[in-house]
């Protein structure tokens, strides 16, 4: 009690200064963990790919049973990733809503950049067997049913057992709503499929010895170039594209400094008093100087940790999904050190200009 008791009158004064400072980290740990949150989403969504895949499709002249006989030609080479995007799942109400569906097959073991919640992802010896498989993003868990300890995910009357579920506990990941089903079902079944969508990929061979390898099933196949460095990134394209979002960032951070700014020159013209009663009391620009800094450095470190704690307490409601990222702990110490440097700065040059008043002046607060 007698430390709470302490800490407001060390800060009764000052209240707007810790507002301001704790206002300002909350808004950097926000925008910073929205951006960190799409940078990485969309990073590890690319890492599905190395960098050595292509993309194929395929001409109008082949017929359904063509294609898939050459997709079989081009996984008789152990090394290849095949996969393919589709839309193969129905899309009954009473079943999936809007998914992000890709087959796949390879025929080596490989790591896959998929964060698992639970189970397991494919192994080579999936595609061995005719078991219809998925992997699942955590939002189509809603989708599935359980058996016993299986769990099952319907497409019409097919059900596929679920083997795993990827995502990241608490945070929206580009592939939550993913279903990534085993290639052999489109074979087994004659699935009708499109003739692009498609790519081939390798964690060994390179883009020149799998073009190699598409063109010796088919020349006629067409190859769209590399997978990865060509797609677009949104969140890059936005930032450095968008003049209006650069001047609203400026804009932004200009009024946060502007805002401390007048924080402190409010809170340094409140304490006019005790300055020149330290002054009178003998004490040096020096000893008053570092007395002020002191306790800046003591406001910077609460409204720290007042701004943690809301976050976390706006975490823990996460309104709107607002919320649901990491702290940036690297970005939210360098703010802290950006304020910190400010106030500092902001303060010497104050109490410069103080330090020139009459102490008679400063005793009667002016």
Known sequence: ??????????????????????????????ITGNINKAYDSILEFENQ???????ISFNNELNNQDILNRISAIQQNKDVIV???????????NYIGDCNCEGIYFGKDFNSAYNL????????????????????????????KTEGEKRYLLN??????????VGKEGISTMYDDKIIF?????????????????????ENLSKQQLTDIVKKVDENINIKGTIIGKRPNPLRDAITNSK?????????????IFTLFISLHNWLDLIKLEIGIRQCNGATKDNIMIIILRRYLIYSCISFITSL?????LHIINFGGLFDYKINYLNLLFSVGTMIFIGFFTIIISLHKISKVEIGRLVRGR
């Not at 790919?49 to 993309?55: D, E, S």
């Not at 996969?83 to 193969?88: A, E």
């Not at 595609?127 to 599935?144: A, Q």
């Open 182 to 202: 085993n290639l052999s079902y489109i074979f087994n079944n004659k699935h009708f499929v499109t003739k692009d969508l498609w790519s081939v990929d390798s």
């Open 83 to 93: 996969r393919f995007t589709s839309k193969v799942f129905d899309y009954d109400s």
């Open 309 to 313: 704690l809301l976050y976390y307490l």
């Open 1 to 30: 009690m007698s430390f709470i008791r302490a800490l407001h009158k060390e800060t009764r004064k000052s209240k707007f200064v810790v507002l301001s400072i704790s206002s300002i980290l909350l808004f950097v740990i926000i």
């Open 244 to 256: 209006e979002l650069i001047i609203g960032g400026i804009g932004i951070i200009f009024c946060a």
């Open 156 to 165: 019409g009357d097919t059900e596929f057992e679920v083997i795993g579920v």
């Open 49 to 55: 790919f190395t960098n050595n895949a292509i993309g």
């Open 117 to 144: 919640i639970s189970g397991r992802f494919f192994n080579k010896d999936d595609f061995k067997k005719n078991n219809n498989l998925v992997v699942i993003g955590k939002d189509m868990l809603k989708y599935t």
